[in-house]
């Protein structure tokens, strides 16, 4: 997800909550079995904070599953052994005999940058999760957290890492914190912290594996390759609403390739508003399909011509555009053949003086400035963005035990100006894939976009992984799947359960187990 400003109030109760399966003690001894082997301070050094320890039970499929959930921050150290940074986490692992050596583990992390991991960690991953409406809709507050029946804690442990600048993870010197907002080191210090992890608890022989969404997923493949480098390599890597290359979510001049990547994701949302011509609403699948092969084929080689696009040419794609989009041929005429995504989501519902959503496009809210060119809010953020914050709060505190008055960046308002590297060229962690790839030819690859997603469009992400480069015999350890829900796919109970059902099929694959 990319940066909002946020500011949370959150009020925290103070009396026990009902639940005593999820109010388990917290430890704190430095005896605990759970404890880092390694988490003493060293002679000088300002000692850590030890994490809390609290234990829970879940039942799944009808078969109770208990786990030991593991909260604190983990330091992030120079060359010279100084702590620069602290990075907040919470680790479920579950209580089996073999102390968990073997079994599958998830670093998981959402995107922004800016963003904490709360959305995977509450949305479709922890064992606890954000009540929604089924479709993803916010129901009224108070909001409530529920036992998560499609958790993948059963098929593996889980970590969710907020690198610095979100949640609760910080620069110790705010001055210097902008060596952690940039893609190098953002990539740098999430993969120290994975290397700590691994030592402290000793898990370096588990089967590894990533999740990652949004800028989570460039993250997660600039991991791939950046950890290979250091003896680490992955069982598989999990990307959910994917951009590996900004230049195919990049409107800018000289860019025409994001016009031609997200018009499939604008039919669909123009079908399921019913704007689309009769023709084109009997088979969505159908309908896609014929777009997709417009767009990369007739649509840009017509944005390639330019000024030399005859009169003729350009009436035909004009009126293509508007029979995909659902929008007027004046409007696309004006905007010059190319429909920026802040505009479409403009124009799409204009006449009905609503504004429909950037994360999910099928999610419609009141335009309050019907006139202008760009929307006020975006609905499908709003439709979550309370219910996640409220429940975290009360959550971290309440059923974790972790006490603690800063302020949780659970999305923006924790980073200053990111940097993106490479000059003038565009963000791109594909090739650190690929490389990974090449170095691990075991490693699998789960790839799970949303069809009404207008802030990373499948075909973007379909486009990106048609030029990886790979050789034919590594292509075939890449799966992807497409959901009918947006880019928090997960927000959808249908779509959820379905992704909890494709990962832990692909987790099986990625270990070798049937």
């Known amino acids: 997800m990319f940066v909002v400003s946020l500011l949370l109030h959150a009020t925290l109760l103070a009396t026990p909550p009902q639940d005593?399966?999820?109010?388990r003690h917290a430890e704190s001894a430095a005896s605990s079995s759970e404890r880092p082997k390694e988490a003493a301070a060293e002679k000088g050094k300002a000692p850590e904070e030890k994490p809390v320890v609290t234990r829970h039970e879940i039942a799944i499929d009808g078969k109770p599953l208990k786990y030991t959930v593991t909260t604190g921050m983990m330091p992030i150290g120079n060359a010279k052994g100084e702590t620069e940074a602290s990075i907040f986490y919470v680790a479920y692992t579950a209580d089996t005999a073999d102390k968990n050596s073997k079994r599958p583990l998830i670093f998981a992390f959402n995107g922004g940058p800016g963003s904490s991991s709360v959305w995977l960690h509450l949305g479709a991953v922890g064992p606890r999760r954000?009540?929604?409406k089924d479709d993803g809709h916010m129901p009224p507050p108070p909001y409530e957290l529920t036992d998560n029946a499609d958790t993948w804690l059963d098929q593996a442990d889980l970590v969710f890492i907020d690198p610095v600048g979100t949640g609760y993870s910080r620069a110790v010197k705010p001055e210097e914190a902008n060596k952690f907002f940039s893609l190098k080191g953002d990539i740098e210090s999430v993969g120290e912290f994975i290397r700590l992890y691994l030592t402290r608890y000793e898990r370096w022989t588990s089967p590894l594996f990533i999740v990652g969404e949004s800028y989570g997923s460039t993250r997660a493949a600039g991991l791939a390759g950046h950890l290979a480098e250091h003896g680490i390599t992955f069982n598989g890597i999990i990307l959910v609403s994917t951009v590996l290359n900004f230049s195919t979510i990049?409107?800018?001049?000289?860019?025409?390739?994001?016009?031609?990547?997200?018009?499939?994701?604008?039919?669909a949302t123009a079908w399921y508003h019913k704007k689309l011509a009769p023709e084109l609403t009997a088979n969505l699948a159908t309908?896609?399909?014929?777009?997709?092969?417009?767009?990369?084929?007739?649509?840009?080689?017509a944005l390639a011509k330019g000024d030399k696009l005859r009169p003729d040419e350009r009436r035909e794609i004009v009126a293509k555009l508007a029979r995909y989009t659902g929008v007027s041929e004046r409007y696309v005429d004006n905007s010059n053949l190319r429909l920026e995504e802040p505009r479409f989501s403009k124009e799409l519902l204009r006449e009905e003086r609503k504004t429909i959503g950037r994360f999910d496009g099928r999610l419609q809210g009141v335009d309050l400035a019907p006139a202008g060119d760009y929307p006020t809010f975006d609905p499908s953020l709003a439709a979550v963005r309370p219910p996640f914050t409220a429940t975290f709060n009360h959550y971290v505190r309440r059923e974790l035990g972790y006490k603690s008055d800063q302020e949780y960046y659970i999305?923006?308002?924790?980073?200053g100006r990111w940097d993106w590297g490479g000059g003038n060229s565009f963000a791109d962690t594909s090739e650190a894939l690929s490389e990974a790839f090449t170095k691990n030819p075991y490693m699998k690859l789960f790839v799970a976009s949303g069809t009404f997603d207008?802030?990373?469009p499948y075909l973007g992400t379909e486009y990106t992984l048609d030029h990886l480069g790979l050789d034919p015999s590594l292509r075939k350890n890449i799966t992807t799947t497409r959901y009918d829900a947006g880019h928090m796919m997960y927000t959808d109970s249908k779509a959820r359960a379905q992704l909890k059902q494709n990962v832990a099929a692909f987790l099986r694959s990625a270990v070798g187990t049937k």
């Open 20 to 23: 005593a399966v999820h109010q």
């Open 130 to 132: 954000v009540v929604l």
């Open 250 to 267: 990049s409107f800018s001049p000289g860019n025409d390739l994001p016009y031609a990547l997200f018009l499939p994701s604008y039919a």
């Open 287 to 301: 309908t896609l399909t014929e777009v997709e092969r417009w767009a990369l084929n007739d649509y840009l080689s």
């Open 411 to 415: 999305l923006g308002g924790g980073i």
């Open 454 to 456: 207008l802030a990373t």
